[in-house]
């Protein structure tokens, strides 16, 4: 008999990370929209372009003006070398879109 899968392994803690990971193009899930599993397409978030006026951005940079220089001290090497995937799922039905957290890795890519 093999040994439990690799998705109970994650959850009991065995494993911290995976490196790499392919996410299938569609898959089938449950969609609170349509109330039945649909058919989703996958694909990974990415962040947008931050605004340079935002308030936050005009904050640091007031902060940083003049004598003094950094008012925190800046991240030079981070502690984690992975990050938690998102994807983005879209129903092929109701073409409304869900966001899901996947798993720590440092790799994620859409399988063709």
């Given at each position: 008999m093999a040994g439990p899968s690799l998705k109970a392994r994650i959850k009991a803690g065995a494993i911290r990370f995976v490196r790499g990971m392919k996410f299938p193009k569609e898959i089938r899930r449950n969609c609170p929209w349509c109330g039945k599993h649909t058919i989703h397409s996958v694909a990974l978030y990415k962040r947008g372009k931050e605004r340079a006026g935002s308030w936050g951005a005009r904050r640091q940079a007031g902060r940083k003006r003049g004598y003094g220089g950094q008012k925190f001290p800046e991240?030079?090497?981070t502690a984690k070398t992975?990050?938690?995937?998102?994807l983005r799922l879209k129903c092929k039905e109701c073409n409304r879109e869900m966001m899901t957290y996947g798993i720590?890795?440092?790799k994620a890519e859409i399988a063709a």
């Open positions: 991240l030079i090497r992975t990050k938690k995937a998102t720590r890795l440092r």
